[in-house]
């Protein structure tokens, strides 16, 4: 069976959001001196490919490893807003016109918006990535989905570093509706149609507000 990757490396060059800890591995252990090779991480949870649980903004929503495992292994629906400027608003609009109500029709709870601006990661224009217009997300939750994935670093428009404060209002309203959100997906391009099926299954971490996840994509 092809299984299509959607998710980024973690390396050195690994891009985090702004002001987040920064991925590093190195050698704990090594064949030469210890008999094997291990390996010392350090990343945060939001790191590379990852997914965000209520928790991460709602006091007593649900963790890491509360998550509905059935939600997040399934069929997909692929929105396509491939024309987009940077920090231009993604509104209902954009997605009613891309069919986002027939893609859904037939009961996906996962929706995957492909705005091809994976291409721009490890460059600084990554940041000014297209972003999803509060409402809309409201529109989503009311649509039945439950897992809001994006090839971008965030579904809400990230903070330019001009000491602005972000918005985070899609993030309230996903989370909020006790649903989850995949970020920094890559590859979407690579999928053929909008129906493809999906895992992003994170970690098992106590607690937590996230985990980076190995998404990937096959036809059934
Ligand atoms: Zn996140």
Avoid at 43 to 62: Q, R, W
Avoid at 140 to 168: C, H, I, Q, W, Y
Avoid at 175 to 194: F, H, K, R, W, Y
Wanted: glycine share 10%.
């Amino acid at each position: 069976m092809l299984i299509y990757d959607l998710s980024h490396k973690l390396d050195s060059e690994t891009q985090p959001y702004p002001g987040d800890p920064v991925f590093s591995c190195h050698q704990a252990a090594n064949i030469k001196e210890h008999g094997y090779n291990l390996t010392s991480l350090t990343l945060g949870s939001h790191t590379g490919t990852h997914i965000d649980a209520p928790y991460h903004f709602l006091e007593k929503g649900k963790t890491i490893d509360e998550l509905d495992l059935s939600l997040l292994i399934g069929p997909a629906a692929i929105v396509d807003v491939p024309s987009k400027k940077p920090r231009e608003r993604i509104t209902w609009d954009d997605l009613v016109r891309a069919d986002v109500v027939g893609l859904l029709d037939g009961g996906c709870r996962i929706l995957l918006v492909r705005t091809g601006w994976s291409r721009h990661w490890k460059s600084p224009t990554y940041l000014d990535h297209p972003f999803l217009d509060r409402g809309a997300a409201e529109k989503l939750v009311k649509l039945g989905v439950r897992v809001l994935g994006v090839d971008t670093m965030n579904p809400d428009e990230t903070p330019d570093g001009s000491g602005a404060e972000g918005d985070f209002g899609v993030h309230e309203i996903i989370l909020g509706a006790d649903s989850m959100i995949v970020e920094n997906l890559t590859g979407l391009e690579q999928l053929p149609g909008n129906h493809v099926h999906v895992s992003l299954l994170p970690l098992n971490i106590a607690y937590c507000d996230g985990s980076p996840i190995r998404a990937v994509a096959w036809i059934p």
